[in-house]
C-alpha cells in the first residue's frame, strides 16, 4: 500500500514539475519572440502544449521569422481557431502573405486584424499594450502596401497610427521605407534620422539610411550602416543579409561568408540563407562547396529559382556548359535578373557565339539600362570578337556609371592601344592603377601605349614594373633590352 502510495506521488510530482517547465518555457519563449531573438523562442516553445491563443502565436511568429514559412501559417491558423477576435494572429499571417508576393491576401488579414482594434478610442483612453497592438498591425499593414506599390496608402496607414504614438521609432521607419519606395531620398533620411532620436541604435533605422546609400551606389556608406545595423541588434537578421551581399559585390567573400552564415543561423528554414552562402563560397572559388549547400536546397525544392541560377554558376565555373543552361531554363523568367544574363552571357561568349552573348545581355539591360556590370561584360564579349571600338564604348559606359571593378579601366586603355589612341590609353590605364596598383596588366599595356608614341623611358618602367609581377615573361624581357637599352 505505501509503494503504491509513494509512486502514485512521484508521479504527480513529476508531473507537476513538467507542468511547471512548460509554463516556464512558455513564458520564456514568448518574452524571447518579443525580444526578437526568435531561434531561442523557437527552441523554447517547441515543447509547449499549444493549447492557447498566445502559444500558437508566438511559435508561429517565431517559425515565419525563422524561414518556416509553411509550418508557420499552420500555427497562426490554429491561433485563431483558439480566438478569432484578437487581432495578432491575422497581422502575422498578413505579414507572412506578403513576404510571399501575396499581397491581396495579406491586405485582407490586415482589414481583419483592424476590425478587432480599439480604433474607435484615443489614446488616453487606450492601455499601452493596447496602443502598441495598433502600431504593429499599422506598421506592418503600411510594409504591405510598401511592397504592393501603394505608396499612399502606406502613409494614411503610419499617419494614423502616428496619431497613437508620435515617438514610437517603428513608425518613422516605415515612413522612411515608404519615401524611398519613391525615391524620395531626402525625406527618407528625415524619417530615418527621426526613428534614430527616438531610439539611438535603433537597427531598423540603421539598416534604412544603408538603404538609401544602396540606392544611390554609395556603396561603402550602404555597407557601415548595414555593419552598424548588426552591431546595433545582432538578431536583426535582414542586416546581416545585406551585409553579406554588400561585402559579395565588394569581393570581400570571407567576410560575406560570415554574415551568410549569421543569417543562415538567424532563418535556418529559408533556403535564402543558404543559397546565398553558397554564392559567396561560389566567389571565393570554393566550388565544390557551394555546390554541395546548392543540392541541399533543391534536394528540399526542386524548383527555387536562386538555388537553380547558383547551380548555374557553378557550372559555368565548372565549364559544364550543358548542365549551367539547364538549370538557367528551370529558374522562373520573372525571377531572372541583370547578373544572371551577364553570366548566362558568359556560355555563347567562351563558345564563340557571341550573337547570342548580345541577346543574353541586351535582355540585361532591358532590365536595369544603368547597371554598370552589364556594360562591363558586354565590352568584354565585344572585346572577345575584337570589335574594339564598340567594346571601348561599353567599358567607358561603365566607368562613367562608377564601376567597381578597376578591370574595366584596364580593358579600356587595351582597346585604346588597338584604336592607336596611344595617349588615351595611357591615360586610363594610369587611373587605373590610382584606384589598385597591384594589376600587373595595366603596367603592361600602359607600357603599350607610351611606347605607342615613342615615350620610351616612360614604357621602360612601366615594363620594369610589370616584370616585378611576372618575371618570367620573355616579351616585357625583349621590351625591356629595346627601350632601357639593357
Known amino acids: 500500500m505505501f509503494t503504491k502510495f509513494l509512486l502514485r506521488t512521484v508521479t504527480f510530482i513529476v508531473i507537476f514539475a513538467a507542468a511547471i517547465n512548460a509554463q516556464d518555457n512558455l513564458e520564456k519563449g514568448i518574452k524571447a519572440v518579443k525580444n526578437g531573438d526568435y531561434v531561442g523562442g523557437l527552441n523554447l516553445l517547441k515543447g509547449v502544449s499549444k493549447d492557447s491563443y498566445e502559444a500558437n502565436l508566438y511559435y508561429g511568429i517565431a517559425l515565419f521569422q525563422t524561414g518556416s514559412e509553411k509550418d508557420a501559417e499552420k500555427f497562426l491558423k490554429d491561433a485563431v481557431k483558439k480566438d478569432d477576435e484578437r487581432p495578432e494572429a491575422y497581422s502575422v499571417l498578413g505579414e507572412l502573405y506578403s513576404s510571399q508576393k501575396n499581397y491581396s491576401g495579406a491586405a485582407s488579414q490586415f482589414e481583419t486584424a483592424k476590425k478587432y482594434l480599439p480604433l474607435n478610442k484615443t489614446k488616453d483612453d487606450l492601455e499601452k499594450e493596447e496602443i502598441a497592438t495598433i502600431i504593429d498591425v499599422l506598421s506592418s499593414e503600411a510594409e504591405n502596401f510598401i511592397a504592393d506599390g501603394k505608396v499612399d496608402k502606406a502613409i494614411t496607414s503610419l499617419t494614423m497610427a502616428k496619431t497613437y504614438d508620435d ?22 533620411k528625415s524619417n530615418y534620422d527621426q526613428a534614430l532620436k527616438y531610439k539611438p541604435n535603433y537597427a531598423p533605422a540603421l539598416f534604412g539610411l544603408g538603404k538609401i546609400s544602396f540606392k544611390q551606389k554609395k556603396y561603402s556608406a550602404a555597407l557601415e550602416n548595414y555593419i552598424k545595423s548588426s552591431e546595433a541588434d545582432n538578431n536583426f537578421a535582414p542586416a546581416f543579409f545585406e551585409k553579406g551581399l554588400m561585402f559579395y559585390l565588394l569581393d570581400k567573400f570571407t567576410d560575406a561568408i560570415e554574415a551568410f552564415e549569421r543569417y543562415d543561423q538567424l532563418v535556418p528554414g529559408s533556403p535564402r540563407g543558404k543559397t546565398y552562402l553558397a554564392k559567396a563560397r561560389y566567389g571565393k572559388g570554393e566550388y565544390d562547396e557551394a555546390l554541395t549547400i546548392l543540392n541541399d536546397v533543391l534536394a528540399i525544392d526542386p524548383n527555387y529559382s536562386e538555388a537553380n541560377k547558383y547551380t548555374a554558376y557553378v557550372m559555368i565555373e565548372k565549364k559544364e556548359y550543358d548542365k549551367a543552361e539547364q538549370y538557367f531554363k528551370k529558374v522562373k523568367e520573372e525571377d531572372l535578373n541583370s547578373e544572371d544574363y551577364q553570366k548566362w552571357s558568359k556560355i555563347y561568349v567562351d563558345k564563340k557565339e557571341y550573337s547570342q552573348a548580345y541577346a543574353m545581355l541586351d535582355k540585361a539591360l532591358a532590365l536595369d539600362e544603368n547597371d554598370e556590370n552589364t556594360y562591363f561584360e558586354y565590352g568584354k564579349a565585344l572585346f572577345a570578337e575584337q570589335k574594339y571600338g564598340d567594346a571601348r564604348v561599353k567599358f567607358g559606359k561603365a566607368i562613367e556609371l562608377g564601376i567597381l571593378n578597376v578591370a574595366a579601366y584596364v580593358y579600356a586603355g587595351i582597346c585604346d592601344f588597338y584604336l592607336n589612341e596611344f595617349d588615351k590609353g595611357a591615360e586610363i590605364l594610369t587611373k587605373s592603377m590610382e584606384l589598385n596598383p597591384n594589376i600587373a596588366s595595366a603596367y603592361l599595356w600602359r607600357a603599350n601605349n607610351f611606347a605607342g608614341v615613342s615615350k620610351n623611358a616612360e614604357a621602360c618602367a612601366d615594363y620594369q614594373k ?20 639593357k
Open 167 to 188: 515617438k514610437n521609432p517603428m513608425i518613422y521607419v516605415g515612413l522612411g521605407d515608404a519615401y524611398l519606395a519613391r525615391g524620395a531620398f531626402d525625406p527618407a
Open 466 to 485: 610589370y616584370l616585378t609581377f611576372e618575371p618570367n615573361d620573355t616579351f616585357a624581357q625583349e621590351q625591356v633590352k629595346k627601350f632601357c637599352g
